[in-house]
């Protein structure tokens, strides 16, 4: 449903659909997305298919496209609630548009009303609104950083996420322009490196190549805004205007608002992303006249390669923490009266299968001989009283090999920039670690 509404949008924002539907399908941050049991991939697909009956129904006057996409629109919220975005995205295309205020106006209150309603609801049943307190939650967190760094660690996710940018470079910028671009990139990584802002590893040869993926990524990322805003300077259009807003709107809500950065954060600027690059090499006479994707190919295939071995790393690291689960609880057997652990995700899952209690902060209870399990990528951490615990053994388990998506020693933070200012590296990633101890 995603890739479709990429087409058909496309089909009326530029010359060659098919090949701004393919772009999006072959972007690491698309197949990285859709091996997730996460509801970002199914919101954008609310999401491009509510902007597409919103611009057919205000260019033909038709009542019904508009509420359509307004329940549209409501359902994207539900799913995820960046939906929210949407209301001022096609208040200003709108505006824009029509250049007035008029009855369009009204179907955009549905959602509205749906999110209140969502609000008064969930207040009633749980003593606090759910929509109001992710909202809270997400501008007060903070992990990876104050803001000139999280600005930058933006530009590395786009760049990364939508890599496609990197081989298509030479045919969207001049010679003098790419260099330029590197040289501030190479310096602007140096600097936060030399700062101390970038913990990575303690090996040579990997500072390198985080430096190398780094810059990269940032100079790509920062490339797409500023084609966006290019675009909107040589079209000066409601449409220009519709995708340069969706781009940058996107990227400051994951680099200056939400509490991390993350690829599923930047994931609702691809289909916008991916009709930029192509409205680009059109304005360049890059692509042929025809619909075709003419000399598309190789950076396509490139996209796809990045983006299918980033998938796999994802799902060794989920694997990891499975087969950790198993055999932790098989060593530790009889030989404690229970096991207690920190961390989340698929680890917590997984171990509470095999009788696993996540450990509370507050009511440390856990009787004498009672197995605690520490695992070293994770989330939420907190250190134990030292006169309360002693160490048992240490267990180490291969997880990615040459690619990862959350790894703190390569710089890795796909799903929070809290372990990296990289949404996947290209390294020999270190062996995912687990201590156990042993209550007094």
């Known amino acids: 449903a995603l890739v ?5 949008l496309a089909r009326r924002l530029c010359a060659h659909p098919l090949a701004a539907a393919l772009l999006t399908l072959a972007a690491p941050v698309f197949i990285l997305s859709s091996g997730s049991v996460m509801c970002d991939t199914m919101m954008l697909a609310l999401w491009i298919w509510a902007v597409i009956c919103w611009m057919e129904g205000l260019a033909d006057n038709r009542a019904a496209k508009l509420w359509l996409a307004a329940i549209l629109v409501s359902a994207c919220c539900l799913t995820k609630y960046f939906g929210i975005a949407l209301l001022p995205l096609l208040l200003a295309y709108s505006v824009l548009e029509r250049r007035r205020i008029g009855t369009w106006l009204v179907p955009l209150c549905l959602p509205v009303l749906v999110l209140a309603a969502y609000q008064w609801l969930t207040y009633l049943l749980y003593g606090r609104g759910l929509l109001f307190n992710a909202v809270h939650y ?10 000139p760094l999280k600005i930058i660690t933006g530009l590395s996710f786009t760049g990364g996420s939508i890599c496609v940018l990197l081989p298509l470079a030479p045919w969207l910028w001049n010679k003098k322009n790419l260099l330029a671009a590197l040289m501030v990139g190479a310096v602007s990584t140096l600097v936060c490196t030399e700062a101390g802002e970038f913990q990575v590893g303690d090996r040579v040869q990997l500072h390198w190549l985080f430096a190398v993926q780094f810059t990269l990524f940032v100079v790509a990322g920062a490339s797409l805004l500023l084609i966006a ?4 300077r040589a079209q000066k259009t409601p449409a ?3 995708l340069l807003l969706w781009v940058a709107g996107t990227y400051l809500f994951a680099a200056a608002v939400n509490w991390t950065v993350s690829g599923r954060n930047i994931l609702p600027m691809l289909p916008a992303a991916s009709i930029l690059l192509i409205r680009r090499l059109e304005r360049r006479n ?4 025809s619909r075709l994707i003419g000399p598309l190919w190789m950076p396509l295939g490139f996209s796809v390669a990045v983006g299918l071995l980033a998938a796999r790393a994802d799902y060794q690291w989920a694997n990891s923490a499975r087969n950790a689960a198993a055999v932790l609880r098989q060593k530790i057997g009889t030989s404690a009266p229970g096991i207690w652990f920190e961390g989340h995700w698929g680890f917590q899952y997984y171990l509470e ?3 696993g209690k996540p450990l509370n902060r507050a ?5 004498p001989n009672g197995a605690i399990i520490l695992p070293w990528e994770n989330c939420y951490p907190f250190p134990l009283p030292r006169d309360k615990v002693e160490k048992w053994f240490r267990y180490e388990c291969v997880g990615e090999k040459w690619v990862t998506t959350m790894n703190t020693t390569a710089g890795a933070g796909y799903y929070s920039d809290g372990w990296g200012p990289l949404p996947f590296a290209f390294c020999h990633a270190p062996l995912q670690q687990y201590s156990v101890l042993r209550v007094k």
Not at 229 to 232: F, G, K, R, T
Not at 286 to 289: K, N
């Open 4 to 8: 479709a509404g990429a087409f058909f």
């Open 353 to 355: 299968q095999q009788g």
């Open 229 to 232: 805003m290019d675009d909107w």
């Open 240 to 242: 220009s205007a519709l």
């Open 286 to 289: 890059w692509l042929p006249p």
């Open 363 to 367: 009511h440390l209870l856990v009787p």
């Open 138 to 147: 997400a501008t007060h967190a903070r992990v990876g950083g104050g803001l």
